[in-house]
Nanobody, 120 residues
């Protein structure tokens, strides 16, 4: 059994910062892609940022220069540092990870989500 547990969401004023964390736990052989997605009310879930095991990153255009994704492979943890937050960043943020429970058993996992609310 593998679980992703997010933390760090909350309420912040426009221009403020938050740092999200996501820890993968359970029977883990290796973590591969890890990333963050978000879903605002009435909207589809969208990619925010991803990070490969080797540290290569990818960002949505609307967060480039403001958000930074990083990971600690030894801790099976991915972070999202969010700066210069805007009201349009308000959403539920979901952690996503491709995790191998064995070399032949790789699956896609999602966290339960953490709410980020940015007030104007």
């Amino acid at each position: 059994q593998v679980q992703l547990l997010e933390s760090g969401g909350g309420l912040v004023q426009s221009g403020g910062s938050l740092r999200l964390s996501c820890v993968a736990s359970g029977s883990i052989f290796s973590t591969y892609f890890m990333g963050w997605y978000r879903q605002a009310p009435g909207m589809q879930r969208e990619l925010v940022a991803t990070c490969t095991r080797g540290g290569s990153t990818n960002y949505a255009d609307n967060v480039k220069g403001r958000f930074t994704i990083s990971r600690d492979n030894a801790k099976n943890t991915v972070y999202l540092q969010m700066n210069s937050l805007k009201p349009e960043d308000t959403a539920v943020y979901y952690c996503n990870a491709v995790i191998g429970r064995a070399a032949w058993d790789t699956r896609d996992y999602w966290g339960q989500g953490t709410q980020v609310t940015v007030s104007s």
